[in-house]
């Protein structure tokens, strides 16, 4: 990582900030000192001081990253069913395994997609893994059978989320921001929800027109006219490379554990407590919400509820994890992390537990808004425990890492419900067992050793 820039060229770095309406309280004063151990102040810019910090435009970016390519795929996937089942004769469970293969594919490609980030062009990258995408929706159009269409689903998809979505805005957010890093890991993990309110009526409103190809065209000309431009004129891989110092400071962070980029390897992680604590702990709440969501509709059909209502309950479910990101990522900055992830915590076990009585749907509707808020609030959490412990330049690759580690938590999440169902007439037992991981998770969380300055 380039730290120094020369006295005369740095002020002109800092001027070339993109510019716009500044969010208050957030400017770009100053430029790095020049290869100094000790931050030397610096005379305030005035015309830097007049630009947007640039963080902010990233997060912008990312923000419509996340929401083309989660809706093209996580939120859009159940509208391919139909019509491809239909046109290839299979039965729909057989589709579905698509999107198995995204999960699966997803935990081979992020660790590589971490570990390049870290070391090579965020702008490269994200510009690359999108232009893969956009090229297999373009190629499933024309696929003769439906095992290649699969291929290209699942390579394209799992390139593309991983060099479009959560971890790389993770690292953009972790390294543009240190003292509001939660607020901006949370700003930026909106796009995601977003995505699932926008993109598939527009999905669904291709397919209906112009069949599933013609929908998968009309994702590739999103990925090409909205997130690739948004990429190629906004995405900076460091401050540095402005002149600038995270959050627009005049001063840089105090310097992170882990040390430059690459100074944490997969053997060093495996041998790392803050590692597997973390991902242990967040893939058990992953592994259990994916559990819920997956089978939300069958379950609260057990308590009277009708296939609509149940539908506006995911609805709820987007719009508090959109609530609970905003919040979370806001307050992260200021309270220690360990306390939030057991509040969100609490909520998911309230929900737990009135799902195993029989409640009435304004008690319903009100636990799953709850637990849609813990669910929102764990995603920038997750990025601000990573960036905490081990450092915004190792970011990439300690996500990318855990992926595998999370995976085994999600594929048991989706299957342990309907299993217990199938086999004890009743989801009860299966959620008494999600209970029972959370308090396990919520103790296997005292171990997590933070940094000082993320426990004030």
Same mark, same amino acid.
Request: net charge positive.
């Given at each position: 990582?380039?730290?120094?820039?020369?006295?005369?060229?740095?002020?002109?770095?800092?001027?070339?900030?993109?510019?716009?309406?500044?969010?208050?309280?957030?400017?770009?004063?100053?430029?790095?000192?020049?290869?100094?151990?000790?931050?030397?102040?610096?005379?305030?810019?005035?015309?830097?001081?007049?630009?947007?910090?640039?963080?902010?435009?990233?997060?912008?970016?990312?923000?419509?990253?996340?929401?083309?390519?989660?809706?093209?795929?996580?939120?859009?996937?159940?509208?391919?069913?139909?019509?491809?089942?239909?046109?290839?004769?299979?039965?729909?469970?057989?589709?579905?395994?698509?999107?198995?293969?995204?999960?699966?594919?997803?935990?081979?490609?992020?660790?590589?997609?971490?570990?390049?980030?870290?070391?090579?062009?965020?702008?490269?990258?994200?510009?690359?893994?999108?232009?893969?995408?956009?090229?297999?929706?373009?190629?499933?159009?024309?696929?003769?059978?439906?095992?290649?269409?699969?291929?290209?689903?699942?390579?394209?998809?799992?390139?593309?989320?991983?060099?479009?979505?959560?971890?790389?805005?993770?690292?953009?957010?972790?390294?543009?921001?240190?003292?509001?890093?939660?607020?901006?890991?949370?700003?930026?993990?909106?796009?995601?929800?977003?995505?699932?309110?926008?993109?598939?009526?527009?999905?669904?409103?291709?397919?209906?027109?112009?069949?599933?190809?013609?929908?998968?065209?009309?994702?590739?000309?999103?990925?090409?006219?909205?997130?690739?431009?948004?990429?190629?004129?906004?995405?900076?891989?460091?401050?540095?490379?402005?002149?600038?110092?995270?959050? /627009?400071? +005049?001063?840089?962070?105090?310097? !992170?554990?882990? %040390? *430059?980029?690459? =100074?944490?390897? $997969? #053997?060093?992680? &495996?041998?790392?407590?803050?590692?597997?604590?973390?991902?242990?702990?967040?893939?058990?709440?992953?592994?259990?919400?994916?559990?819920?969501?997956?089978?939300?509709?069958?379950?609260?059909?057990?308590?009277?509820?009708?296939?609509?209502?149940?539908?506006?309950?995911?609805?709820?479910?987007?719009?508090?994890?959109?609530?609970?990101?905003?919040?979370?990522?806001?307050?992260?900055?200021?309270?220690?992390?360990?306390?939030?992830?057991?509040?969100?915590?609490?909520?998911?076990?309230?929900?737990?537990?009135?799902?195993?009585?029989?409640?009435?749907?304004?008690?319903?509707?009100?636990?799953?808004?709850?637990? /849609?808020? +813990?669910?929102?609030?764990?995603? !920038?959490?997750? %990025? *601000?425990?990573? =960036?905490?412990? $081990? #450092?915004?330049? &190792?970011?990439?690759?300690?996500?990318?890492?855990?992926?595998?580690?999370?995976?085994?938590?999600?594929?048991?999440?989706?299957?342990?419900?309907?299993?217990?169902?199938?086999?004890?007439?009743?989801?009860?037992?299966?959620?008494?067992?999600?209970?029972?991981?959370?308090?396990?998770?919520?103790?296997?969380?005292?171990?997590?050793?933070?940094?000082?300055?993320?426990?004030?």
């Amino acid at each position: 990582m380039r730290n120094g820039h020369d006295s005369i060229r740095a002020p002109v770095q800092a001027c070339n900030a993109c510019t716009g309406a500044p969010p208050s309280g957030h400017w770009a004063s100053h430029a790095p000192a020049p290869h100094t151990s000790t931050p030397m102040k610096t005379d305030t810019n005035p015309v830097a001081a007049a630009r947007t910090f640039h963080g902010w435009w990233i997060l912008s970016s990312v923000f419509v990253t996340q929401a083309v390519t989660a809706g093209l795929t996580t939120y859009s996937f159940g509208l391919y069913q139909i019509p491809v089942a239909e046109e290839f004769g299979v039965s729909r469970s057989t589709v579905a395994w698509g999107l198995s293969g995204i999960m699966l594919m997803g935990a081979v490609v992020a660790p590589l997609m971490g570990r390049a980030l870290d070391r090579r062009s965020n702008r490269a990258l994200m510009l690359g893994a999108g232009a893969f995408m956009a090229s297999c929706l373009l190629a499933m159009t024309v696929a003769p059978r439906l095992w290649l269409i699969g291929l290209l689903f699942v390579f394209g998809s799992s390139v593309g989320m991983a060099g479009l979505g959560p971890q790389a805005a993770g690292k953009l957010a972790a390294t543009w921001f240190s003292r509001l890093r939660g607020r901006a890991l949370g700003i930026s993990s909106v796009g995601t929800s977003a995505g699932g309110l926008a993109v598939p009526p527009l999905v669904a409103a291709a397919i209906a027109a112009w069949g599933w190809r013609g929908a998968a065209v009309v994702g590739a000309v999103l990925l090409g006219v909205v997130a690739l431009p948004t990429v190629a004129l906004s995405i900076r891989n460091r401050p540095a490379d402005l002149g600038l110092y995270p959050d /627009g400071d +005049a001063q840089p962070p105090p310097a !992170p554990p882990g %040390g *430059a980029a690459g =100074g944490w390897s $997969f #053997g060093r992680l &495996a041998r790392e407590r803050n590692f597997w604590v973390i991902a242990l702990v967040i893939g058990t709440i992953f592994g259990t919400v994916s559990g819920i969501i997956s089978n939300l509709p069958p379950l609260v059909a057990e308590f009277g509820v009708e296939s609509q209502q149940a539908a506006a309950l995911l609805s709820l479910l987007s719009l508090a994890g959109i609530a609970g990101k905003l919040c979370f990522g806001a307050v992260a900055d200021r309270l220690d992390k360990r306390l939030l992830v057991w509040s969100g915590m609490a909520m998911l076990v309230g929900f737990l537990m009135i799902a195993s009585s029989d409640p009435s749907l304004t008690v319903l509707v009100a636990a799953t808004g709850a637990m /849609g808020f +813990a669910l929102g609030g764990a995603l !920038p959490l997750w %990025g *601000a425990l990573i =960036g905490d412990c $081990f #450092g915004p330049e &190792a970011f990439g690759e300690v996500m990318g890492w855990m992926g595998p580690v999370m995976l085994p938590f999600n594929i048991v999440g989706i299957q342990l419900l309907p299993w217990c169902y199938d086999h004890f007439g009743s989801y009860v037992p299966g959620l008494r067992i999600c209970i029972g991981a959370i308090l396990g998770a919520a103790l296997l969380l005292l171990l997590l050793r933070l940094p000082e300055r993320s426990r004030n």
